[in-house]
């Protein structure tokens, strides 16, 4: 599928202004209007507890593990979860589950058992700090201005998403959309650092949620239920398109373009580790607990919603799909993009309609939010703490955070646009993770389970995987030197050359350069410990049900077992 130039976009997004408008009234912009009060209340609340660098980066590290699991979980529910994989689902049916329960779970389980220990242990304040710690300097500077542009690139994605909904939805101009939502960004998190963040990502998850049960609801009504969904569904796009596995065989065709081996290795394996274990926006969420029990438990908490929210985005692009015959194609008149606003449109009486929209506004200020705040932590604490100014007091870093936060708000209004080339989100966001999780995690994989890679490997191995990525995507796929069916194929493979070439060349680096020192090498590399990691657990956290092992495995067998209805 060809991706629409930007004069193509400008036309659909007028034509969708006034098709998809919404009969908002006052009950629904009353409904958005407490909400955006209670965001700054927030905000102001969390103000008083900033008093140190500490405390806006990372809340200090007080945070309780129910609260850091939720924010953990809503980071993530940006456009990302709502526009883009109902997007997915509408394009590719119930194929979608693959990011969840094979793309997501194993993943966050591995973070939390064998990660998080390395993480909270060493107590660094982010993740390109921990490449400082096992490899050099080089590793790092390369590591974190490769996040930091990355991370001002995916809050565009959100503030763009925010933009044509509602545009399309309340007929508010592009502008207005984007400098109300990052306002309201950047005012909550100036004012409260990370713990405002945080807070307001707890209650956006409720009010997410309050957004898309009515659409799942309601759609499934309006179609006969799940077995009239089906039955649409397959008359229209064959029997493959509402299961997980079907045509996956390789060389099997299927909407997806992609085989079990590359949704295995290139999705559940490589974009889906490098994601969750080492993108900054959701690990800080971790690395705020008050211990690292609870850090631990973030992630693994976060699982259990995350195997269930798959049904909440799935299911209304889905619907869209089967109402709409050829939806998202030039002939239906609308984007895969658009599968979330039409039902909206369709369904949803006044007040509801509010709290529809009140959770769209939340879920992309919660993404937004999330790379942000990682944003102003990593350009600080790892770029201008370290390489331009070193040694100030501590009052000027706060006062820096907040200066370097508003930068990046409006740097991220001028990465929206570039999102605009995309008709389908997720294949721009996933490209995005490709080209820069994917080598970053290569470089951690490697290290820490190789005390033979040296320090020197590091920034070869990370400069190698994104230049391959990149090469792959830019070159190859979009070349046509060879033949991939679509962008998201595409970046399965884009994911898989860029770990193997950054793995490759790691170990050819690490056998002609030194390597570290094993005393320098304690609590970074897997089978040794450091004392930050030898901490009992507190009070309370040993109980059965806290422990992070059960969690995490049952968290496993669940999103196993969900894959068995559709299976067969």
Not at 103 to 132: C, D, N, Q, T, W
Request: proline share 4%; aromatic share 14%.
């Amino acid at each position: 599928m060809q991706s629409p130039t930007n004069g193509a976009y400008t036309a659909q997004t007028a034509y969708l202004a006034a098709e998809l408008r919404l009969p908002t009234n006052w009950l629904d912009y009353t409904i958005l209007g407490i909400y955006f009060v209670v965001v700054l209340g927030i905000g102001f609340a969390a103000r008083a507890s900033v008093k140190t660098s500490l405390d806006f980066f990372l809340s200090g590290r007080s945070l309780p593990a129910w609260i850091t699991g939720l924010a953990f979980i809503s980071a993530n529910l940006a456009a990302t979860e709502i526009l883009g994989m109902a997007a997915n689902s509408a394009q590719y049916g119930a194929y979608t589950v693959h990011w969840y329960w094979i793309g997501a779970i194993p993943a966050m389980v591995f973070l939390g058992l064998v990660m998080m220990p390395f993480y909270y242990g060493s107590k660094v304040r982010s993740v390109p700090e921990m490449l400082l710690l096992r490899f050099d300097k080089w590793a790092h500077l390369l590591s974190s201005a490769l996040f930091a542009f990355a991370a001002i690139l995916i809050a565009g994605v959100n503030l763009y998403a925010l933009a044509i909904v509602v545009e399309a939805l309340l007929g508010w101009p592009q502008w207005v959309a984007i400098v109300v939502a990052g306002a309201f960004v950047l005012a909550y998190i100036t004012l409260g650092g990370l713990s405002s963040a945080i807070y307001n990502e707890v209650l956006q998850f409720f009010v997410i949620l309050a957004a898309l049960i009515p659409l799942v609801v309601l759609g499934l009504k309006k179609v006969g239920g799940w077995g009239g969904l089906t039955d649409r569904l397959t008359a229209q796009h064959g029997e493959n398109f509402t299961t997980a596995w079907g045509g996956t065989g390789i060389g099997s065709g299927n909407p997806l373009g992609a085989n079990w081996l590359t949704i295995v290795l290139g999705l559940g394996f490589v974009l889906s580790f490098g994601y969750w274990t080492t993108n900054f926006a959701e690990v800080q969420r971790a690395l705020s607990a008050k211990n690292l029990s609870a850090a631990q438990r973030t992630p693994l908490i976060a699982a259990f919603p995350k195997i269930f929210i798959v049904f909440l985005v799935m299911i209304p692009g889905l619907t869209a799909a089967a109402l709409i015959p050829g939806f998202g194609t030039d002939k239906s008149g609308y984007q895969y993009n658009d599968a979330i606003p039409y039902l909206m449109e369709q369904l949803l009486p006044n007040g509801v309609l509010g709290i529809a929209v009140t959770g769209l506004l939340a879920a992309f200020m919660a993404g937004m939010a999330a790379n942000v705040s990682s944003f102003n932590t990593v350009f600080t604490n790892d770029i201008w703490a370290r390489y331009v100014q070193r040694g100030r007091e501590d009052g000027y870093y706060v006062r820096f955070g907040r200066l370097i936060t508003v930068i990046g708000v409006c740097a991220s209004v001028g990465t929206a646009f570039l999102a605009s080339s995309f008709s389908n989100i997720m294949s721009y966001l996933q490209t995005l993770f490709s080209f820069f999780n994917v080598p970053m995690f290569v470089v951690f994989i490697v290290g820490m389970f190789w005390r033979r890679a040296s320090a020197k490997s590091g920034f070869w191995g990370l400069l190698a995987g994104t230049l391959a990525a990149m090469l792959n995507y830019f070159w190859i796929y979009k070349q046509g030197i060879i033949d991939i069916p679509s962008d998201q194929g595409a970046n399965f493979v884009s994911a898989i050359v860029g770990f193997v070439a950054g793995a490759v060349v790691m170990v050819a680096v690490s056998l002609f350069t030194r390597p570290k020192p094993a005393e320098e090498l304690q609590g970074l590399v897997y089978g040794t410990t450091s004392p930050g990691m030898s901490e009992p657990p507190a009070a309370g956290d040993d109980a059965w049900y806290r422990r992070p092992a059960l969690l995490g495995w049952g968290a496993v067998v669940l999103a196993a077992a969900c894959y068995i209805p559709f299976s067969f």
